[in-house]
């Protein structure tokens, strides 16, 4: 028994190899589409060009805030800001060249610093922005707030004319409740002294206004401190799940056909059980499986240096994965009737679970509800795992976990298949 | 000794085989006849276990056999035409269990037998369709079965491949196998079985070596006469009527007399025409073959239906 075991094992196998077609189509495509996906997504190979968001700034007040402004926003990494006039600048927001246009009206600097100290008579900015890209507007006018506070709060109290006339305003106390006015006339000279300090100790910086009180530094979290998350990591098990998946389909769909075919009976003619026939395409179809995800990360590492963190936990998963793939096979040839129709369903049903599975897009973008679905989807447990072991620092305990599932899924697609295959005489 | 006795398979409404029996001893070729239809591949497909019979049971050697004593060359070409055909050989060996020196020699066994030693290493879809046939049977010999089941080895084979397939059905013979060779060409059947069953819409026919079948024949030898003037009448029932006449009927204008002896018959048959005015423009004389046996049992011709 173990002899026609290993023999079938190794027809398939030889197969497999002869087919080049199939060989391409089962390593060389998903490469190829991983690396696309992993290109697409990979934000430190743009981040300094393409996912910048564009910004386009009207000035119209041309005063030194407004230049300040927009010096400001220029040196802000997450935008893209170019001078534009207010006509060019909606044209080019409608055309979906720039995410939004802000516009710096005429006389906005004077005004936004007699606001700072009063809660009135504030001059409007301006936001055009195009309608399908709310998320990065909103991230835009946290930008320009920012930026918009420390340039009007440095001139409004560093700059000698703008502290005088504040301080005029406040005295002649216009438009203004008494009991607010003396504090402010209080504050307003404190500043002026400030000032007159800092002028006569040059190289200090002046009173300054506000600044944003704190600074942010961005670090990835990943399975240790410096390893690099890298997008090709997650393209790669996406896909590799997706493809061998097409794998198993195509094996199970092989045995449909064979069945049309003399070699059916050539096989049942020999004194072969079921189990041993299934259990030998399950082993071949896992091994082949295996050696598919091995050599897809292979690649990743050399080409894109995909660096895999736990490399225990990423055979148990992988191991654990081709076994799924081999036996959802199995459950193809088992249950389905021609080869066509099967063909169809089979695919169907692997594109739902491997979108469902986060294999083309990540998990977290979809909706709560749709996340909460997934977690019961083998495929999902396949990606989390692949991602886990290679990034997010699984250990071989927590990469057991996705691996448990996975195996106990294959068994129950290897029993179903046992069970419903149409082997002795028919 | 294999014995297969009133084996019945029905697939629905259709009455696949209705009651077929037959044997074949060792060293002997036993023919499975029929037109195409007539339940020969259900048959094969019972005794070699592939299908489940509704009544009837096959017995080998008195029991009922083990996969291991049946070796099946199936219609349908059973093949890996991706792989070599000594990878297909090492396959099919092992299936049976055979391993290491044991399968090096069937597979070089088998190959030599069939004539493809020299290009086993050939992938079988680069084969012609006579070596694939006869990879096909040799697939069938190698784990040295008693009983073997051919069903239709020469299906699209070119003459030369065919003497070759024939010479190696002759070779298993003479090593004590015992054979079901199953054929709608009847020129084969009658030239290598020892014993016909000849087979249509699922029920034998006849049953019996090739002399036996022929004996069922009112006339061994059909003697097709050209008269100078075939419109002249002819009394058919006097000619009928006489000693040594089986059959007398006029076709086309063409008098058809058959038979026993042509030695003993045909004189008397000339001497009646001359003396009833007729003269023989031509003369010409066939053995009865197998053709005729089915014509003559199902009313219908073999071929081409
Ligand atoms: N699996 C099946 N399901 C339904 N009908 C079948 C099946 N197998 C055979 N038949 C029918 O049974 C009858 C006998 O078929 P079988 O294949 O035994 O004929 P055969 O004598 O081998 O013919 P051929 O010379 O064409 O090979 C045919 O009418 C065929 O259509
Ligand atoms: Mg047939």
């Known amino acids: 028994m173990m002899t026609a075991f290993f023999a079938l094992i190794r027809k398939d196998i030889l197969i497999f190899l002869n087919d080049r077609k199939a060989v391409i189509m089962t390593i060389g495509v998903p490469i190829i589409i991983a690396s696309f996906f992993g290109y697409i997504f990979d934000s430190t190979e743009h981040s300094d060009q393409q996912s910048r968001i564009p910004v386009l700034l009207v000035d119209e007040d041309a005063s030194a805030v407004s230049r300040a402004i927009a010096a400001k926003l220029g040196k802000e990494k997450a935008l893209d800001m170019r001078p534009e006039t207010l006509a060019n600048a909606r044209e080019a927001v409608r055309k979906g060249k720039a995410a939004a246009a802000l516009c710096i009206p005429r006389g906005f600097g004077a005004l936004a610093a007699r606001a700072l100290f009063r809660n009135e008579d504030k001059p409007e900015i301006a936001v055009y922005q195009d309608p399908t890209r709310g998320a990065e507007t909103g991230m835009v006018k946290g930008i320009v707030t920012g930026a918009v506070m420390e340039a009007v709060s440095q001139a409004a109290m560093t700059d000698a004319g703008s502290v005088e006339q504040a301080l005029r305003d406040a005295e002649s106390g216009r438009d203004m409740p008494s009991d607010v006015r003396g504090p402010l006339v209080e504050l307003l000279k404190g500043v002026r002294k400030l000032n007159a300090i800092a002028a006569a100790r040059p190289g200090q910086p002046a009173a300054g206004g506000f600044s944003v009180p704190f600074t942010m530094r961005d670090e990835m979290v990943t399975a240790r401190n410096g390893a690099v998350y890298n997008s090709y990591a997650h393209s790669f098990a996406g896909m590799a799940v997706q493809f061998l998946l097409f794998f198993g389909i195509d094996t199970g769909i092989a045995m449909l056909y064979m069945r049309q075919r003399g070699l059916w009976s050539r096989l049942r003619a020999a004194p072969l059980g079921r189990g041993t026939l299934l259990a030998s395409r399950a082993a071949s179809a896992a091994l082949i499986s295996f050696v598919i995800l091995c050599v897809m990360f292979g690649f990743a590492r050399l080409v894109f240096h995909v660096k895999i963190e736990n490399v225990e936990g990423f055979l148990v998963v992988s191991a654990a994965f081709s076994l799924l793939t081999a036996t959802f096979g199995l459950l193809i040839a088992a249950v389905g009737n021609t080869p066509e129709a099967s063909r169809g369903i089979a695919i169907l049903a692997a594109l739902l679970a491997v979108m469902l599975g986060g294999a083309w897009v990540p998990t977290f973008i979809f909706p709560r509800a749709v996340q909460q679905v997934t977690q019961f989807i083998p495929t999902r447990w396949a990606v989390d795992g692949l991602d886990g072991v290679i990034w997010r620092g699984y250990g071989l305990g927590a990469a057991l976990t996705p691996a448990a599932g996975l195996t106990l899924c294959a068994a129950l697609f290897g029993l179903l298949a046992v069970w419903r295959f149409r082997w002795n005489a028919e | ?305």
């Open chain 2, 1 to 305: 000794m294999l014995e297969a006795s009133h084996l019945k398979k029905s697939f629905g409404e259709l009455k696949a085989v209705e009651d077929v029996s037959i044997s074949a001893g060792p060293g002997e070729i036993v023919g499975l006849l029929g037109p195409n239809g007539a339940g020969k591949t259900t048959t094969v497909s019972m005794i070699a276990g592939l299908t489940v019979p509704d009544a009837g049971e096959v017995l080998v050697n008195g029991a009922p056999p083990r996969k291991q004593q049946i070796g099946l060359a199936p219609q349908d070409l059973a093949l890996y035409e991706e792989l070599p055909a000594r990878e297909n050989l090492r396959l099919f060996g092992a299936l049976y269990g055979l391993g290491g020196r044991a399968l090096d020699e069937a597979v070089k066994g088998a190959l030599e037998l069939v004539g493809l030693a020299g290009r086993a290493g050939g992938r079988v879809s680069h084969y012609s369709g006579g070596m694939k046939r006869r990879l096909n049977l040799a697939a069938a010999l190698l784990h040295d079965p008693q009983v073997l089941l051919l069903d239709e080895p020469t299906v699209g084979v070119d003459p030369q491949s065919r003497n070759a397939i024939f010479e190696n059905l002759l070779a298993l013979k003479a090593r004590g196998k015992s054979l079901i060779y199953t054929t709608h060409y009847m020129e084969e059947a009658e030239r290598l079985c020892d014993r016909l069953t000849i087979v249509d819409q699922g029920k034998v026919m006849a049953s019996g070596a090739p002399d036996e079948l022929y004996r069922l024949l009112p006339a061994a030898n059909l003697v097709s006469i050209d008269l100078e003037t075939p419109e002249r009448p002819l009394d058919l029932g006097e000619l009928s009527g006489k000693e040594g006449v089986r059959t007398a009927e006029r076709v086309n204008g063409v008098l058809k007399v058959g038979v026993t002896d042509l030695a003993r018959d045909v004189p008397g048959v000339l001497g009646w025409l001359t003396a009833h005015g007729h003269s023989c423009r031509h003369i010409a004389s066939e053995r009865a073959s197998l053709e005729s046996v089915f014509l003559m049992l199902t009313g219908r011709s073999l071929r081409d239906q």
